[in-house]
């Protein structure tokens, strides 16, 4: 059912969205026109009014229609150059790497950079039952399939690395190298909640109050010269689950303008939030926190291929990113457990929040043309904790179960997915872990199901940024 009547002209146009005549063609601020494909899924597409005159983005969009759903894309340099994916998280669009794709295009590269399921220019699903994190990994499969791309350098970030990371580590052979910025893949195990569905998801509630609202337009410092946040949150993640889905506030600008090192201007941030006119078109922004639900069980595979992932592989990270990605047990992960990461110049990037490209797209996009042509000019300026260090009452002393630590006074392995882990004292109390652990405790009872432990425990202080970001734990 469409939610206006238009004449059968406009509707076509806007179902083609090719119009030639510009009287024809739908203000930005139209009445939404309701599609729906032949399998049923209603969905609006963003008039292309709304995409005119953005600031450093005169790129021409394509579009492959995957289940009558369009997935659009631009696709810059020659055809016949190595190929560069470009994937970006939420609430962004391919507007984030306006930075990198001239440099990138300049050094001789074919650079794609994807709009996901309901994000820029693609087709938006009205209904948040429509998107699904396994949809967007099916979605992005079939896109490659679909442009026949093979020996793929991918570069990817938050959201764009939990979809990108989960194709490449099930597909290693469509990839000749992998950059991840500010990214994971999580592994939950099967049948785990990571966290509770937000209840009345489709109920706006004009009441929220933005999680960014205290963010200064120039971000101070959040990490010490030791890789510590100098101004622990409290920050849950299941707030900002329950912030998007819900606010009516919500929009995708404040999120990047919060999240970004420097202050954006208002016409940057206009071009962030311009597929989204209303709240109509804003099911895919709204919904992609909670796919967290989705990732118990389906990303193990995926993560065993990455740890077998021999060829190329780095990091490249930004310094001030205070959210759960940011940290440098994060980055550590891939360069201990990814082969292709050994020997590769890993990077934090000064002066970079979150959405790194944004602060520092000149400089990541030099760093994969010297990375890819095989230059050495961008040297590392990241070394990684692999292993911990080992207190006097074993804690830190590598597991693969309990009884490797029966003889400790740490006698509890902490492991995921079956892989070596490290003995720990379970039950502590605040300062009586021995340095340089600390205690964890007080965590958001609703985060229970997703910890390794009961009560409490001592944690090394470089892998407590999730407990304290995502569980809400206390760690002293």
Known sequence: MRTTILPMGLLLCVALAGCTDDQDAPACD???VILTTS???????????????????????????????????????????????????????????????????????????????GMGRSDKPTDIASYSYLGHVDRLERFIQELGLADITLFCQDWGSLIGLK???????????????????????????????????????NDLTSTFADMPAQQPEFYDENCELLMPGEAYFFDWMTYAMTAGSFHPAEVLEAMTYFDLPADEEAA????????????????????????????????????????PFVTIWASNDPGNLGGCD?????????PGAQGQPHARLPEASHFLQDDQGG???????????????????????????????????LCTGDPDCSALTADTCIS??????????????????????????DCNPAAEPMLPFSGSACFPPNLTSQLTGAAGCTCD
């Open 30 to 32: 139209s009445e939404p």
């Open 39 to 117: 399998g049923g899924v209603d969905f609006v597409r963003t008039p292309d009014a709304c995409f005119e005159n953005l600031p450093d983005w005169p790129y021409e969009p394509r579009y492959v229609e995957i289940d009558g759903l369009r997935q659009a894309y631009v696709d810059e340099g020659p055809a016949d150059g190595e190929v560069v994916l470009l994937l970006h998280g939420q609430p962004s669009w391919a507007y984030l790497y306006r930075k990198m794709i001239p440099v990138l295009v300049d050094a001789g590269l074919r650079v794609i950079a994807m709009d996901h399921l």
């Open 167 to 205: 194709v490449a580590g099930d597909n290693p052979d469509w990839f000749a190298r992998i950059a991840v910025g500010d990214g994971m893949l999580p592994v939950f195990p099967a049948g785990a909640q990571p966290l509770p569905d937000v209840e009345n998801p489709d109920v706006v509630n």
């Open 272 to 311: 962030y939030d311009a597929p989204f006119p209303s709240r109509v078109y804003m099911a895919g922004p709204r919904t992609f926190p909670s796919l967290i639900n989705d990732l118990p069980g389906v990303t193990e595979q995926a993560w065993e291929g990455l740890t077998s992932f021999t060829k």
């Open 330 to 338: 994060t980055q550590d992960n891939f360069i201990c457990n990814v």
């Open 363 to 397: 400089e990541i996009a030099a760093r994969l043309v010297d990375w890819i042509q095989g230059g050495s000019s961008m040297a590392s300026n990241y070394q990684a904790t692999c292993g911990l260090p080992i207190a006097a009452d074993g804690t830190g002393t």
């Open 416 to 441: 995921d997915s079956g892989s070596a882990g490290f003995c720990t004292v379970e039950g502590c109390t605040a300062g009586s872990c021995l340095d340089p652990y600390v205690c964890c405790h």
